[in-house]
Every structure is written in structure tokens, then in C-alpha cells.
């Protein structure tokens, strides 16, 4: 299947979902390095931004508007979840916030579609480089009208990698420092850019050829992580099994990497 034979409503979800990153990612841009108010959350280093506040207003509000039957879990705290409905939209207005709060220019919309609890359309939007990815289950993955496909790096020892540490990182003892330091030691590169989102869209661009975090949420993993397996990647827990949705583990990669990325970042 491609995206010209969507039923209506798997295009309509789509139609909306881009619509709605663009226009959250469009306050993004105009607000950028502009001395937005910024606040703590969980932890001290654990930012929000009116920014954050701001983009998702705008989705939660256009879909309760236009979508009031579907369920919706957004990270701020919009939207109201209900597990009897058939479409849920799992929402970051802003991937990427402590990079949005110094002005380091790395951040997203992450919006993520399910249908009967499969993920079925995911939309990830970078607003200052321009660039909308997007996938649909069974169709494809894209970047504005280019097809997506995993690199083809089969060499670990030639591999840039990408990974991420959780908010509780000073006061955790699981705080993913060991599998970094063992990862360094064996990639050619890597990278902790600051966007779960975006980490996984450049896995599905062959930018990046493997990226794992932990401690994740739903709405970090929703839309990039659909968008890694439609372009071919494989996307699993820390033992090589189902990734859950929740974001608690996720390994992902272009497949052939997998197997050795797993042996570094599973348990010791
Ligand atoms: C964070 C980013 C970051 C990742 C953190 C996430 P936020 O999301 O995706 O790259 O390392 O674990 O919480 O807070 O900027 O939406
Ligand atoms: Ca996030
Ligand atoms: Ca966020």
C-alpha cells in the first residue's frame, strides 16, 4: 500500500495531524529566542515553556473541536484519555524544551495517531529546519515527498548513534551513564542532541543509524517510532523484545545494528 490508497479516514487523521504539527510548530519558530517564560517540572532540570503551553492549547483544542470523540493524552496535561475509544492522539507540543529554552536549535512536534491501541499514524515537525516527517502503518515514511529508508551501515565501528538521559538522571542509579560510556567506546560517533523525537526520525532517514533511550514517555516514541519501522528499522525493549508504548525502554536502529546495539544497552 502507498499513501495514495488510503481509506478517508486514515488520510483525514493524517491530513490533520500534519496540519496541526505545522501550525504548533509555526509558534515554535516565531517564539524562538524571544525570552519565553520557562518553569521547572519534576526536577530542576526538568523545563516547561509557555511555548510547550502554547502548542498544545492549539492541538488539544482543534481536536476537541474537531475530533471530540477521540481520546487524547497530551504531556502537559490537555485532552482527556478514555481507553473505550477507538482513535487516541498521543501529543508532545514540544520535543526538545531545555534545547528550546537555551535557543539550541533542536526541537519538534510530535504527534502520534493510534487506532484500537496501534500506533497508525505518526507526524514529527521541525520547524526551523522546515523538515515534516510522517508515516502511516503499511505505507511508508516520509520526509515532506521523500520516501524514507534505515541506512545500510552493517558496522558497528562506523556507526553514529544517538541516545538520551531522563530527568532523574542526578539522583538515579539507573541513569544509562554505563551503557553510554560502553557505546562510545565501540561507535564511531555519538550523539546526545536532545530530542527523542527527532532521534528517531533521523534513524528512519539513515541520519542516524541507531538511537536508545529509557525512561521515556508515549509521547516521545508515538509518531517517531512508527516512522523508524515504516522506513524499515526495527524498534524494540532493551532484550530485543516488543517496545512498549509507554517509552519505558525503546532500542531503535536500521536492523542490522541491532543485535550488537542490544548486547551494549541490555542489562549487565
Ligand atoms: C525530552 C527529550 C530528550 C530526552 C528526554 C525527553 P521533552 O523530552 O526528548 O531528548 O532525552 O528523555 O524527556 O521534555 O523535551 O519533551
Ligand atoms: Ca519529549
Ligand atoms: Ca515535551
Keep these: 500500500m502507498d499513501l495514495k490508497q488510503l481509506d478517508s479516514e486514515d488520510r483525514a487523521v493524517l491530513e490533520m495531524a500534519k496540519d496541526l504539527a505545522l501550525r504548533a510548530g509555526r509558534i515554535q519558530r516565531d517564539r524562538y529566542e524571544t525570552g519565553v517564560d520557562v518553569r521547572t517540572k519534576s526536577a ?29 493524552v497530551a504531556e502537559e496535561g490537555g485532552g482527556e484519555d478514555h481507553p473505550d475509544r477507538e482513535w487516541r492522539w498521543v501529543i508532545d507540543p514540544l520535543d526538545g524544551t531545555t534545547n528550546y529554552a537555551h535557543g539550541f536549535p533542536r526541537f519538534c512536534v510530535s504527534i502520534g495517531v493510534e487506532f484500537r491501541d ?9 520547524p526551523l ?38 530527568y532523574d538522571v542526578h539522583k538515579s542509579a539507573n541513569d544509562n551513564v554505563a551503557r ?54 526495527q524498534v524494540t ?17 536500521n536492523g542490522l545494528l541491532h543485535d550488537t546495539l542490544i548486547s551494549y544497552v541490555k542489562d549487565q
Excluded: M
Aim: hydrophobic letters at 45%.
Design 44 to 72: 530542576t532540570i526538568d523545563l516547561v515553556t509557555e511555548v510547550d503551553h502554547a502548542c498544545e492549547a492549539l492541538i488539544v483544542g482543534a481536536l476537541e473541536e474537531e475530533r471530540p470523540q477521540d481520546a487524547i
Design 129 to 166: 529546519l522546515d523538515e515534516l516527517f510522517y508515516a502511516v502503518r503499511n505505507a511508508g515514511a516520509w520526509l515532506g515527498e521523500r520516501k524514507l529508508q534505515v541506512s545500510t551501515t552493517g558496522d558497528f565501528g562506523q556507526a553514529l548513534i544517538a541516545t538520551g538521559f531522563s
Design 118 to 126: 496501534e500506533t497508525r499514524v505518526g507526524v514529527v515537525y521541525d
Design 237 to 253: 525493549d532493551c532484550e530485543g523484545g516488543a517496545a512498549p508504548r509507554s517509552g519505558e525502554e525503546l532500542v531503535s536502529s
Design 180 to 233: 553510554f560510556a560502553r557505546v562510545l567506546k565501540a561507535a564511531r560517533g555519538l550523539r546526545r542532541d536532545g530530542s527523542a523525537a527527532l532521534d528517531l526520525c533521523y534513524v528512519a532517514a539513515g541520519r542516524l543509524d541507531a538511537y536508545w533511550e529509557l525512561k521515556l514517555h508515549a509521547w516521545d516514541v508515538s509518531a517517531g517510532s512508527l516512522i523508524v519501522q515504516e522506513a524499515g528499522g
